[in-house]
Protein backbone atom coordinates (compact mmCIF):
# COMPACT_ATOMS: atom_id res chain seq x y z
CA UNK A 1 0.00 0.00 0.00
CA UNK A 2 1.20 3.16 -0.60
CA UNK A 3 -0.50 6.74 0.07
CA UNK A 4 0.49 9.74 -1.43
CA UNK A 5 0.59 13.49 -0.38
CA UNK A 6 0.93 16.44 -2.93
CA UNK A 7 1.58 19.56 -1.75
CA UNK A 8 3.39 23.48 -3.41
CA UNK A 9 0.50 24.26 -5.27
CA UNK A 10 -1.26 27.39 -5.13
CA UNK A 11 -1.69 31.23 -7.19
CA UNK A 12 0.99 32.46 -9.80
CA UNK A 13 0.50 35.11 -12.33
CA UNK A 14 1.36 33.68 -15.84
CA UNK A 15 5.56 33.19 -16.42
CA UNK A 16 5.94 32.15 -13.13
CA UNK A 17 7.03 29.33 -11.36
CA UNK A 18 5.75 26.29 -8.61
CA UNK A 19 7.15 23.34 -7.85
CA UNK A 20 4.60 20.38 -6.66
CA UNK A 21 5.77 18.09 -4.32
CA UNK A 22 4.49 14.47 -3.78
CA UNK A 23 5.68 12.49 -0.73
CA UNK A 24 4.73 8.53 -0.18
CA UNK A 25 4.54 6.58 2.48
CA UNK A 26 5.90 3.28 2.22
CA UNK A 27 9.26 1.86 2.04
CA UNK A 28 8.64 0.28 -1.76
CA UNK A 29 8.56 3.98 -3.24
CA UNK A 30 11.51 3.00 -5.16
CA UNK A 31 9.69 0.76 -6.88
CA UNK A 32 7.04 2.68 -8.62
CA UNK A 33 6.81 4.67 -11.65
CA UNK A 34 5.14 7.59 -10.72
CA UNK A 35 2.93 10.22 -12.71
CA UNK A 36 1.54 13.58 -12.48
CA UNK A 37 -1.79 14.30 -14.14
CA UNK A 38 -4.28 17.12 -13.61
CA UNK A 39 -7.97 17.86 -14.31
CA UNK A 40 -9.22 21.52 -15.34
CA UNK A 41 -12.86 22.79 -14.23
CA UNK A 42 -15.15 20.93 -16.63
CA UNK A 43 -12.30 18.73 -18.21
CA UNK A 44 -11.03 15.02 -17.99
CA UNK A 45 -8.29 14.37 -16.17
CA UNK A 46 -4.96 14.07 -18.32
CA UNK A 47 -1.42 13.18 -18.71
CA UNK A 48 1.36 15.60 -17.63
CA UNK A 49 4.41 13.59 -17.07
CA UNK A 50 6.04 10.54 -15.84
CA UNK A 51 9.11 9.16 -14.58
CA UNK A 52 10.05 5.36 -13.64
CA UNK A 53 11.33 4.16 -10.65
CA UNK A 54 14.86 4.23 -11.62
CA UNK A 55 14.53 7.75 -12.89
CA UNK A 56 16.94 7.37 -15.52
CA UNK A 57 13.81 8.81 -18.20
CA UNK A 58 11.23 11.26 -18.03
CA UNK A 59 8.07 11.70 -20.43
CA UNK A 60 6.11 14.70 -20.88
CA UNK A 61 2.56 15.52 -22.63
CA UNK A 62 3.06 17.80 -25.60
CA UNK A 63 1.78 20.49 -23.83
CA UNK A 64 4.34 20.97 -20.94
CA UNK A 65 7.55 20.10 -22.70
CA UNK A 66 10.07 22.22 -22.04
CA UNK A 67 8.46 23.76 -19.22
CA UNK A 68 7.99 20.97 -16.86
CA UNK A 69 10.59 19.05 -15.09
CA UNK A 70 9.87 15.74 -13.82
CA UNK A 71 12.14 13.93 -10.98
CA UNK A 72 12.42 12.04 -7.90
CA UNK A 73 13.98 11.61 -4.85
CA UNK A 74 13.72 7.26 -3.86
CA UNK A 75 15.89 8.53 -0.56
CA UNK A 76 12.98 10.82 0.92
CA UNK A 77 10.27 8.86 -0.81
CA UNK A 78 9.23 11.95 -2.98
CA UNK A 79 8.67 13.29 -6.35
CA UNK A 80 8.60 16.40 -7.93
CA UNK A 81 6.74 18.19 -10.39
CA UNK A 82 8.79 21.44 -11.54
CA UNK A 83 6.52 24.02 -13.63
CA UNK A 84 8.23 26.86 -15.02
CA UNK A 85 6.52 29.54 -17.72
CA UNK A 86 3.51 29.30 -16.27
CA UNK A 87 0.53 29.72 -18.40
CA UNK A 88 -3.24 30.52 -17.50
CA UNK A 89 -4.13 27.33 -19.54
CA UNK A 90 -2.07 25.09 -16.92
CA UNK A 91 -5.03 25.73 -14.48
CA UNK A 92 -6.29 22.84 -12.63
CA UNK A 93 -5.67 20.24 -10.02
CA UNK A 94 -2.75 18.25 -9.98
CA UNK A 95 -2.74 14.75 -9.14
CA UNK A 96 0.67 12.46 -8.54
CA UNK A 97 0.11 8.85 -8.61
CA UNK A 98 2.14 5.48 -8.47
CA UNK A 99 2.06 2.58 -10.48
CA UNK A 100 3.94 -0.19 -12.16
CA UNK A 101 4.75 1.67 -15.55
CA UNK A 102 5.74 5.01 -16.02
CA UNK A 103 2.40 5.80 -18.87
CA UNK A 104 0.49 8.22 -19.99
CA UNK A 105 -2.65 6.19 -19.40
CA UNK A 106 -4.14 7.22 -16.25
CA UNK A 107 -5.44 3.41 -15.15
CA UNK A 108 -2.10 1.62 -15.33
CA UNK A 109 -1.50 3.67 -11.59
CA UNK A 110 -2.37 2.30 -8.61
CA UNK A 111 -2.05 4.83 -6.10
CA UNK A 112 -3.56 7.94 -6.37
CA UNK A 113 -2.92 11.42 -4.11
CA UNK A 114 -5.67 13.91 -3.16
CA UNK A 115 -4.43 16.51 -5.93
CA UNK A 116 -3.38 20.14 -5.45
CA UNK A 117 -4.71 23.36 -6.57
CA UNK A 118 -2.00 24.84 -8.70
CA UNK A 119 -4.22 28.71 -10.58
CA UNK A 120 -2.28 30.76 -13.14
CA UNK A 121 -3.54 34.12 -13.46
CA UNK A 122 -3.42 36.17 -16.69
Do not use: H
Amino acid sequence: QVQLVESGGGLVQAGGSLRLSCAASGRTFSSYAMGWFRQAPGKEREFVAAIPWSGDSTFYADPVKGRFTISRDNAKNTVYLQMNSLKPEDTAVYYCAAGSTATRWGRRYDYWGQGTQVTVSS
